[in-house]
């Protein structure tokens, strides 16, 4: 004997509205990889992390860590790297001094929340807020983001 549906009343409305509410406790990983020209262009075309969740939500960081992998020259000019709101420039972590994507050697660090005011429906992205990055090659980043989506009923 076999159970289908566990879940008899499942496609009632209230139902799924308390499944719903469940999820939005779950914590999510989203990762990006940057490749050299990537991280060149840092300042000048932000990258996307993590997508907009959608009308109605909203997104919590919880916490990034950003891995560098030194290729073989070194990066210069540049600034600290943050994540940041889609659109708005408003920082949601912490930063990675630019003297971390500069150096010869690789590196992990973590990047922590810090107080911001969110806005439904926007996206998370990696930038460098100051100038691009020039010289480097062969090197990468890759980031790994810790986040909820919350609904807002709004």
Known sequence: MSTINTYNDIFRRDSL???????????????????????????????????????????ELVG???IFDYGTTQMASGGAVVLEEETSGTDLSSTVAAAVIQAAADSIHTMTPVAAVTVA??????????????????????VKVSYRVHSTGL
Do not use: H, M, Q
Not at 38 to 54: D, H, K, S
Not at 124 to 138: E, K, L, Q, Y
């Open 17 to 59: 509205k308390a499944k719903f509410e469940e999820i939005d406790d779950s914590i999510y990983v989203a990762e990006a990889s940057l490749t050299n020209a990537e991280i060149l262009a840092l300042n000048t075309t932000p990258i996307e992390v993590v997508a907009a969740p959608g009308a109605g939500k909203v997104l």
């Open 64 to 66: 990034a860590t950003l």
């Open 121 to 142: 429906n926007k996206g998370i992205f990696i930038t460098n807020a100051t100038a691009d990055f020039t010289t480097g090659v062969a090197c990468a980043i890759r």
